[in-house]
């Protein structure tokens, strides 16, 4: 099955850029997704299409894809944004169909 | 304003059956495209994809779970069904559901319910 690989943590000062990776086989032939999700909270859709926004999510989050690494980058990163960032990607032909990335957790010094 | 939300016991013990519910608003189940999943994850670990339904009624499992699980709508209650079958500690986790959007061939989850902890214990 596919699998989407992310490191497991990043640390970022206030104001500084955090950038989440998340690699797979040929990543870049699919669009990916990215989800934040707070303490004991539901996963948000902050990133779909690769790189576009949802309505409501700042325009510091942006995402890029290529390769065999996809990124969701995070500009003059704020506390509010400490919290796991998962990838994820539709691959109809994986057993799984919807594969979530290992989850990274963003901690803001 | 789409909403979904989660229903079901908080704790099972070991063989049984769960059964969660997902009540939602804001969209409907009969319309044409719509679809809604099930998603869990575990204390501490990530998301794991578990089933899907569509406003056709096709249905989509993991496979490693599929011999477990089974999935259905109730589109007039705006309702979604789990169950999984012969309940073991290892299925502690948290469930979700989240509705899919579908553009030009890929899915995304958006939004999700607030999910419901489910415990496994004797």
């Known amino acids: 099955s596919y699998v989407l690989t992310q490191p497991p943590s990043v640390s970022v000062a206030p104001g500084q850029t955090a950038r989440i990776t998340c690699g797979g086989n040929?990543?870049?032939?699919?669009?990916v997704h990215w989800y934040q999700q707070k303490p004991g909270q539901a996963p948000v859709l902050v990133v779909y299409?690769?790189?576009d926004r949802p309505s409501g999510i700042p325009e510091r989050f942006s995402g890029s894809n290529s390769g065999n690494t996809a990124t969701l980058t995070i500009s003059r990163v704020e506390a509010g944004d400490e919290a796991d960032y998962y990838c994820?990607?539709?691959?109809?032909?994986?057993?799984?169909?919807?594969?979530f990335g290992t989850g990274t957790k963003v901690t803001v010094l | 304003q789409v909403t979904l939300k989660e229903s079901g016991p908080a704790l099972v013990k070991p063989t049984q059956t769960l059964t969660l519910t997902c009540t939602f608003s804001?969209?409907?189940?009969?319309?044409?495209?719509?679809?809604v999943s099930w998603i869990r994850q575990p204390p501490g670990k990530a998301l794991e994809w578990l089933a899907r339904?569509?406003?056709?009624?096709?249905?989509f499992y993991s496979t490693s779970l599929k011999t477990r699980l089974t999935i259905s709508k109730d589109t007039s209650k705006n309702q979604v069904v789990l169950t999984m079958t012969n309940m073991d500690p290892v299925d502690t986790a948290t469930y979700y559901c989240?509705?899919?959007?579908?553009?030009?061939?890929?899915?995304?989850?958006?939004?999700w319910g607030q999910g419901t902890l489910v415990t496994v214990s004797s």
């Open positions: 989240a509705r899919i959007l579908a553009v030009a061939g890929d899915n995304w989850f958006d939004p």
């Open positions: 804001g969209f409907s189940l009969s319309t044409s495209g719509m679809r």
């Open positions: 339904i569509d406003w056709d009624d096709d249905k």
């Open positions: 040929n990543i870049g032939s699919k669009s």
């Open positions: 299409d690769d790189s």
């Open positions: 994820q990607v539709w691959d109809s032909s994986s057993d799984l169909f919807y594969v």
